[in-house]
């Protein structure tokens, strides 16, 4: 039953989204100084929220596997393009998403407890 509601499925891929995110700054970070490293993330979930609904996929197996781009950004003298300063704001950005998939599943389960009269 649980694994039919949409907003479950979508709240799912939105975290899985995240933590793929959070893996691929986590990589720019431990590569801040290999020359040549450009730095990357993922597509945005928006972009495969809509691919989703346009193509009829499933949203969660899109998230684990959504393309790496490469984040624009200034080289240094070794070629490096990661910024430190912008992988903080971006890794913030993605805890962001993170808690807001699991709040909507605290809410939606809150919600299905409360239609079945379990106000726990």
Same mark, same amino acid.
Not at 20 to 38: C, F, G, L, M, S
């Given at each position: 039953?649980?694994?039919?509601?949409?907003?479950?499925?979508?709240? /799912?891929?939105?975290?899985? *989204?995240?933590? +793929?995110? *959070?893996?691929?700054?986590?990589?720019?970070?431990?590569?801040? $100084?290999? !020359?040549?490293?450009?730095? +990357? $993330?993922? &597509?945005?979930?928006?972009?495969?929220?809509?691919?989703?609904?346009?193509?009829?996929?499933?949203? /969660?197996?899109?998230?684990?596997?959504?393309?790496?781009? &490469? @984040? !624009?950004?200034?080289? /240094?003298?070794?070629?490096?393009?990661?910024?430190?300063? &912008?992988? @903080?704001?971006?890794?913030? &950005?993605?805890?962001? $998403? *993170?808690?807001?998939? =699991?709040?909507?599943? +605290?809410?939606?389960?809150? @919600? @299905?407890?409360?239609? =079945?009269?379990?106000?726990?």
């Amino acid at each position: 039953m649980l694994n039919d509601l949409a907003i479950l499925k979508n709240a /799912s891929a939105m975290a899985q *989204h995240a933590a +793929r995110r *959070h893996t691929v700054i986590a990589q720019n970070i431990a590569n801040a $100084d290999t !020359p040549e490293y450009k730095a +990357r $993330d993922v &597509e945005t979930f928006a972009s495969l929220y809509s691919q989703a609904a346009r193509e009829g996929k499933d949203i /969660s197996m899109l998230a684990l596997t959504s393309k790496l781009v &490469e @984040m !624009p950004g200034i080289a /240094s003298n070794s070629g490096n393009t990661v910024s430190l300063e &912008e992988q @903080m704001l971006t890794s913030a &950005e993605s805890v962001g $998403d *993170h808690e807001l998939a =699991l709040a909507i599943y +605290r809410k939606t389960f809150d @919600m @299905m407890k409360m239609a =079945l009269g379990k106000n726990m």
